[in-house]
């Protein structure tokens, strides 16, 4: 395996180095609510929930790594899923220690570049110790995201892939 991801941008032309990793800061259905929703809503850098017409809806942000062929490192997404009210009551009480035995159900709730729509993929959400975020795992699916996250991608995939995240 090679030590370390690095291309020379199409774009910019500048080389870029390291396994791309790329977050979103919200999940889809936060961003297309009205502000009177999300005032009375909440969200921080892990969790989001908020109340509409349909009821309360719940939210944590994960990571999702696909690995690269030939490298180290995968290439990684900071996503969110919703959870049950119960799964996300359940990990905010085992915060601080996390229950790393006990996974939750989740919809995929970020429309990832690159992809057919990602919205609402079956998934399962990890939570790992030591204050990392859960990991995600894809249930499956003919998607090609999901034949991504089995099989990994190429190394022009993944560049192809970051320079979309980076400049469109």
């Known amino acids: 395996m090679s030590g370390i991801f690095s291309f020379t941008c199409s774009c910019c032309g500048e080389v870029h180095e390291g396994s791309p990793s790329f977050g979103f ?3 889809d259905p936060w961003l297309s609510q009205p502000d009177e929703i999300k005032e009375k809503g909440k969200i921080s850098d892990d969790l989001c929930y908020y109340t509409d017409e349909d ?4 939210f944590a942000r994960v990571i999702i790594e696909i690995p690269i062929h030939g490298v ?8 969110w899923v919703s959870l049950s009210e119960q799964s996300f009551n359940h990990y905010i009480e085992t915060w601080d220690e996390p229950d790393t035995g006990k996974g939750y159900f989740g919809w995929f709730c970020s429309e990832l570049p690159y992809y057919e729509s990602t919205h609402s ?3 399962d959400v990890n939570p790992q110790s030591e204050g990392s975020r859960p990991t ?3 249930h499956k699916a003919e ?3 999901y034949h991504d996250f089995i099989n990994g991608i190429s190394i022009e995939k993944a560049q192809n892939i970051a320079e979309i995240c980076m400049h469109g």
């Open 25 to 27: 800061k919200a999940p």
């Open 55 to 58: 009821g309360t809806h719940y």
């Open 72 to 79: 180290a490192d995968p290439f990684m997404w900071g996503v």
């Open 121 to 123: 993929l079956a998934t």
């Open 136 to 138: 995600l795992c894809l």
């Open 143 to 145: 998607h090609e995201f």
